[in-house]
């Protein structure tokens, strides 16, 4: 009998975006984002090919200003020139006009609805009488109009793309920092496509914190069941990280939904080279049918394998009711880390196991014991069970980014590695930065170029800072606390 809910078979609409399809019968799509400035027309293409030549099927740029969203012309026409046929996407927060413009000329204009209409979340809370709350839900139509009808002359698609991280001090102040928070501010923009009968819509919620972005997802699905509405959706555990951690825990959050039949189209958020999310996002893609199949094992079966267990048989079973055994076959330590994290996610997600016992066969067989546990206490930290080692929350970054994220990234998990439980949050600007970190102890926020802010939670403690200062000072912070 299949473990999988009811809403594995439903069915989406398809969105048309340029050459690539997504939604029904289509493939599940893999993207990624450049990292580079999106005025450097060379550097953009550059790092687009990077990306299409991985497998990348859709290429994001941040476009924070008119003039960006200008420049994508000369990107496209750049690529367009070389035989390159992939969408662009133009990802736009805080200005309208920026969407309006960058739908000129991008296959797809992602907009955020925490900052489109409603000013930049300052953690506030604002008491709004239902007649005040309706004035402002006027507001988000009048201002997301235009946008729709460029976007309709022009055959652009659009995405409403919800961040946990930045959600506004409107939806907060009603619904608090809650799922239902989350899919009611992309709920808000959805009724006004489907009144304007504009379908052309894919829908993304993300979350650093792979429960909340489950859970979120999985609510919104039913709550457009309900107003009938049948829009494809994307999938990311946003600020994931890099390395074993990020692979893990992305695999974990898209893992728990794909292997549900929700999604499609993914992009996994390393703070890495942007060409290398792109491996890791197939490898995903292609292990749904084999972990649903694991998933149905572990449902079934309540014997447990020897720890040594040397067969080629993959084997997965629940053990006294609380602990997920799962023995794999892998080729090596990331398809194992992937496997073994997609194959666990809904078990542990919905807490039905909090224990997770891990072996490997295949080429993974010679893997040692210990990196065995490593591996398993990484998939049970990525879905909140337990904490082991420090939590970096560090974003991939983007065109926003005036610092070097992955040096800095390295220099402060060398410096606080040992802080077990600790959370750090690494983000590249203030878009996510504030919002993504307010369950981190720490965070490390770019405020412009050469210059950081620290927070200790959601508080920022020093404004503007120079970067060459900032890691020592930080550091610093986290010492004078810990002996306070």
Not at 95 to 121: F, M
Request: hydrophobic share 35%.
């Amino acid at each position: 009998m299949s473990i999988l809910p009811s809403y594995r078979r439903r069915q989406t609409s398809v969105t048309m975006v340029g050459t690539t399809p997504m939604g029904g019968d289509n493939p599940i799509r893999i993207q990624s984002m450049a990292t580079v400035s999106t005025n450097d027309t060379e550097g953009c293409a550059a790092q687009a090919r990077r990306i299409i030549d991985a497998g990348g099927e859709y290429v994001r740029f941040t476009t924070q200003g008119v003039r960006e969203a200008e420049n994508m012309r000369h990107i496209s026409q750049l690529l367009r020139s070389e035989g390159y046929t992939t969408p662009l996407v133009a990802d736009v927060h805080f200005n309208p006009r920026v969407a309006e413009v960058a739908a000129l000329y991008c296959e797809k204009v992602r907009i955020n609805p925490g900052n489109y209409t409603d000013p930049a979340r300052t953690f506030k809370k604002i008491e709004y009488t239902d007649e005040e709350y309706a004035l402002e839900l006027k507001k988000i139509e009048q201002t997301l109009l235009p946008l729709l009808k460029i976007c309709r002359e022009h055959h652009t698609a659009l995405r409403i793309g919800v961040n946990h991280g930045s959600l506004s001090d409107r939806i907060m102040s009603r619904y608090g920092d809650t799922p239902e928070g989350i899919v009611e501010s992309c709920m808000e923009f959805l009724r006004i496509c489907q009144r304007e009968h504009f379908d052309n819509v894919v829908i993304s919620i993300k979350a650093s914190n792979t429960v909340v972005m489950v859970q979120s997802v999985r609510l919104l699905v039913k709550a457009m069941d309900q107003e009938d509405m049948h829009y494809p959706l994307h999938l990311g555990v946003t600020e994931a990280g890099e390395g074993e951690d990020g692979r893990i825990k992305s695999a974990v959050g898209i893992g728990a939904l794909l292997t549900e039949g929700i999604g499609d189209t993914i992009r996994v958020s390393l703070s890495e080279e942007p060409e290398c999310e792109i491996p890791v996002a197939r490898k995903i893609v292609d292990s749904i049918e084999r972990c649903r199949s694991l998933q149905d094992m572990a449902e079934t079966r309540h014997d447990t394998p020897p720890l040594a267990h040397d067969g080629e048989e993959e084997y997965a079973c629940i053990k006294d009711g609380d602990t997920l055994c799962l023995h794999i076959n892998a080729a090596g330590l990331e398809e194992l880390q992937i496997l073994a994290a997609m194959t666990a996610s809904r078990f542990l997600i919905d807490r039905r196991c909090t224990q997770l016992i891990l072996t490997a066969g295949g080429g993974a067989r010679d893997l040692a014991p210990e990196k065995l546990v490593e591996v398993a206490d990484a998939i049970l930290q990525a879905a909140r069970i337990k904490f082991t080692k420090t939590e970096y929350i560090s974003c991939p970054g983007c065109g926003r980014t005036l610092f070097n994220l992955q040096a800095t990234i390295a220099r402060i998990k060398e410096a606080t590695k040992g802080m077990k439980g600790l959370k750090i949050g690494i983000m590249g600007c203030i878009v996510n930065g504030p919002g993504e970190m307010a369950d981190a102890d720490y965070g490390y926020v770019g405020a412009g170029r050469g210059k950081i802010s620290l927070y200790r939670g959601k508080t920022c403690v020093e404004k503007n800072i120079p970067e060459e200062e900032a890691v020592e000072r930080l550091l610093r912070l986290i010492a004078n606390d810990k002996h306070e």
